[in-house]
């Protein structure tokens, strides 16, 4: 079990969405410190004042994690400041839809930047320190778009499918090392957030509520779970994947609809 209680916790993208209400959940558990990364400075200041509000200690820092020098110059002050990181929670990313074809080169980039390589970064930044301390836990915020590839969010989709492979090889090395450092992936349906807006769900699997899928994230990280998905349903979708043919995988996701779910999303590209 990961105790929270005087821990400190640092949380990517929690200046709004699903890592704001992380952020807040955190700190009813007593969190000694959170530590919040954002790239925007007014969502992040508002969210330290509410959490310095229910009596928690809070470190706000700005930081575009897709740029590794000043993920590592963020690493070096947190330490400075806020002492060693017990749980990372690598919650940022971005989303563009659009087909794979039509999308603009640098929203393609800007997917790899942020989603894969930006995590990669922070993991770089903080796990060593809870390797040498042999203790910690690293979260890392893939969908259930990393497990079926959905029309019209390509290279997110391909961006979360690397990012549980990188979350699956970090946990085999650990403990490859005989770490007692814990990781966990979570792997979430759609989620009801700015981030999907438009995105068109069945009618009888609507999307998650951010609140709902913050606190499976949390319960995740108590109960030491290696994946955390939301709905359980998202567990079958490897097992479609390798049972059935391409063609056949390609009907049922017709048939559900997901064929053109994100061709309703807000701002989908077309040229």
């Known amino acids: ?20 209400i992380m952020a807040e959940r955190i700190a009813t558990l007593g969190a000694a410190k959170l530590i919040i990364l954002d790239i925007n400075k007014e969502t992040l200041d508002k969210t330290a004042e509410e959490l310095r509000a229910m009596g928690t200690e809070v470190y706000p ?40 074809l039509d999308l603009p080169d640098d929203k393609h980039k800007k997917h790899v930047d942020v989603n894969l390589m930006g995590t990669l970064w922070m993991i770089k930044a903080f796990v060593p320190d809870m390797v040498k301390r042999d203790e910690g836990h690293v979260v890392n915020v893939a969908s259930s778009a990393g497990l079926l590839a959905v029309p019209g969010m390509g290279i997110y989709c391909a961006t979360k499918f690397a990012l549980k492979g990188l979350n699956d090889a970090l946990r085999c090395e650990l403990l490859n090392r005989k770490s007692r450092v814990k990781v966990t992936v979570v792997c979430p349906y759609a989620i009801d957030t700015g981030m999907f807006a438009g995105f068109k769900t069945p009618p009888l699997m609507p999307a998650l509520k951010p609140e709902e899928m913050a606190q499976a994230v949390v319960d995740g990280i ?22 059935l043919p391409p ?17 309703h999303c807000k701002g989908f590209y077309k040229p």
Not at 1 to 20: C, F
Request: with cysteine; charged share 25%.
């Open 1 to 20: 079990m990961t105790d929270i209680n005087r821990k400190s916790v640092l949380i990517t993208g929690a200046g709004h969405g699903i890592g704001k």
């Open 61 to 100: 820092k700005i930081c575009d994690i897709s740029d590794r020098e000043a993920v590592y110059k963020c690493a070096e002050e947190v330490h400075k400041e806020a002492g060693p990181v017990d749980v990372l929670i690598n919650n940022a990313g971005v989303v563009f839809t659009g087909e794979i």
């Open 222 to 243: 108590l109960k030491d779970r290696k994946i955390v998905a939301k709905p359980i349903t998202v567990f079958t979708l490897p097992i479609l994947n390798a049972l």
């Open 247 to 263: 063609g056949a995988v390609d009907a049922v996701i017709k048939i559900l609809g997901y064929d053109k779910s994100a061709y």
